[in-house]
């Protein structure tokens, strides 16, 4: 499984774009990076997932180097409401890799 | 559509107690997990099953046991319980990792406390 590597915490102002970056030297080649984040008292929820490039959905964009050693996910416009912790996790290729396995995360503070 | 579902949603035991956690999913997905998260600390893989009749061991696996008799349940069982395993515990499920968009589905958490 590849290591992955966060800043353990950041705080952000309410109405800016928060860059959050993951480091994960030894992703193979069928690897997904895919982004998790968890409320307080909650279960995690799945935000985004990308291979290559850059994605974006409704929530958050991710971007990839070509390298895919890091990955970066960007939160547009924060608000107090994405106050949370935001796990990256590499793995779960096409090639049986069924273990889903979480670092500590990085856990996002906005403040008023 | 309840998604994932976790009984119950609070316990307290005693040690040296036994007990046994259900996770549910109505998704028909075939990779089931359970998690344990420590206070400040992130998710830690206990035991995962790859389909029904099957379980596997994750990163802290002692203490527990799993059970996959159905596609739908995966149960948790602690057989003697002890402080060090007070904690909350979460299940997951996923369709078949791999690939795009298919992502884990999570309950919402069993807080244990083992006294």
């Known amino acids: 499984l590849a290591k992955t590597t966060q800043p353990i915490s950041m705080d952000s102002y309410e109405g800016q774009e928060v860059n959050i970056t993951c480091s994960h030297n030894?992703?193979?080649?069928?690897?997904?990076i895919t982004w998790y984040q968890q409320f307080p008292s909650q279960g995690p929820r799945f935000i985004i997932q990308g291979y290559k490039t850059k994605v974006t959905n409704e929530v958050a964009s991710l971007f990839i180097p070509a390298d895919r050693k890091s990955s970066t996910l960007s939160l547009p416009r924060v608000s107090l409401s994405d106050t949370a912790v935001y796990y990256c996790?590499?793995?779960?290729?096409?090639?049986?890799?069924?273990?889903?396995?979480f670092g500590t995360g990085t856990r996002l503070t906005i403040i008023p | 559509n309840a998604g994932v579902t976790q009984t119950p949603k609070f316990r307290v035991l005693k040690t040296g107690q036994s007990m046994t956690l259900l996770c549910a999913q109505d998704m028909n997905h075939e990779y089931m997990y359970w998690y344990r998260q420590d206070p400040g600390m992130g998710l830690r893989l206990i035991h995962y099953?790859?389909?029904?009749?099957?379980?596997a061991k994750g990163e802290v696996p002692d203490g527990y046991n799993v059970s996959r008799l159905k596609k739908q349940n995966f149960l948790l069982g602690l057989e003697s319980a002890a402080p060090s395993q007070t904690s909350v515990y979460f299940c997951a499920s996923n369709p078949e990792p791999g690939g795009m968009n298919t992502e884990a589905f999570f309950g919402q958490g069993t807080r244990l406390t083992v006294v």
């Open positions: 099953s790859v389909g029904e009749g099957t379980t």
């Open positions: 030894n992703i193979a080649t069928n690897d997904y």
């Open positions: 996790l590499v793995g779960l290729s096409n090639f049986g890799n069924e273990k889903l396995t």
